[in-house]
C-alpha cells in the first residue's frame, strides 16, 4: 500500500487521489440498465400481465429498490400493489437477473472503467464496491465481466439511518480498510441521489457519477432521451454532491 498520507496534504496529488475511492456497482461501474429494464418487463407481464416499453419505466426510476420501484409502477397502472404481488413481481425479476441470454446479450462495464480499475490498481489502491443488490447477484454479474473486487458490500436487508442501507456498509468498508482514517478523507461514487445521502450520512465526500443514466439505455432518437437524461441528473445536482463526474476518467483526472 502507498504511504500514510493526511486527508489535508493535497500539494501534489489532488484529493481523490489522496485515499482509495469508494464504489457503487450499478451503473457506476457495471452497466446493468439494458439487464434490469428487460428483466422488469418480462417480470411484470410474467406476473401481473403487465407490458410496459422501457421509457415507461425509465420515467418511474427504476434505480431505486425493487420493492419501491415495484411499487411505483403497479399504482400507476390503477393495480393494488399489495406485498404479496409486489414480492412475487421481485422474485421474478431477480430470477430474470440470472438468465444466461440476458446476461450475456446485455451486461457489460461501463466504457472507462476497465482504465480506471487499472489506474486504482497502478495506485496500489484496493476495489471497493458497496450495493444494495444480493451478494450471490452481485457477484454472478461481476464474474460475467471479470470486475474482481477486493471488498465488496452488499447492503440487502439492512435497515439504518433514515432509511439509507448504505451507511452501515459504507462504514464497514472503512472499518475492513484499517479504519485509520476519518471518513471525509474518503470519496463515495454512485449513480443514485440516495447514494450521495447515504455517503453524507456517513460523513464520506460524495461523488455523483453521471455517466451512465438510465434514460442513455433508451434508443437515440427516442423523444424523452434527453429530457429524462436531465432530470437524472437534476435530482443528483439536488443532493449537491462534493464531486460530479461526467465520465469514469475524471475520478482520476488532474
Known amino acids: 500500500m502507498p504511504a500514510d498520507r493526511t486527508a489535508n496534504d493535497t500539494r501534489k496529488h489532488p484529493v481523490v487521489k489522496d485515499l482509495p475511492p469508494l464504489f457503487d456497482l450499478d451503473n457506476t461501474l457495471l452497466d446493468t440498465r439494458l439487464l434490469a429494464l428487460e428483466a422488469y418487463q418480462r417480470a411484470l407481464f410474467e406476473v401481473v400481465g403487465l407490458r410496459l416499453d422501457q421509457v415507461s419505466l425509465v420515467e418511474a426510476n427504476p434505480g431505486v429498490p425493487a420493492v419501491d420501484f415495484l411499487t ?27 438468465d444466461e441470454e440476458l446476461l450475456w446479450s446485455t451486461l457489460r462495464l461501463v466504457p ?55 451507511v452501515s456498509g459504507l462504514l464497514q468498508a472503512l472499518d475492513e480498510l484499517g ?28 461523488a455523483a457519477a453521471c455517466w451512465c443514466t438510465w434514460a442513455g439505455a433508451l434508443p437515440q432518437g427516442c423523444p424523452e432521451r434527453e429530457l429524462l437524461h436531465l432530470r437524472q441528473v437534476a435530482a443528483l445536482v439536488i443532493e449537491r454532491p462534493d464531486r460530479l463526474f461526467t465520465s469514469p476518467e475524471e475520478v482520476f483526472g488532474d
Open 179 to 206: 479504519g485509520r482514517h476519518a471518513p471525509s478523507s474518503y470519496l463515495y461514487v454512485g449513480d443514485a441521489p440516495a447514494d450521495c445521502r447515504a455517503a453524507k450520512a456517513a460523513g464520506l465526500r460524495a
Open 72 to 98: 411505483k409502477v403497479l399504482s400507476r397502472r390503477g393495480i393494488a400493489p399489495d406485498a404479496v404481488l409486489v414480492e412475487r413481481t421481485r422474485a421474478a425479476f431477480r430470477r430474470w437477473l440470472h
Open 112 to 166: 472507462g472503467i476497465e482504465v480506471l480499475v487499472r489506474d486504482l490498481r497502478a495506485a496500489g489502491w484496493p476495489l471497493v464496491i458497496i450495493t444494495q443488490k444480493p451478494q450471490s447477484i452481485a457477484e454472478v454479474h461481476m464474474a460475467r465481466v471479470d470486475l474482481q473486487p477486493d471488498i465488496l458490500i452488499s447492503t440487502e436487508g439492512r435497515s439504518e439511518v433514515g432509511a439509507l442501507p448504505k
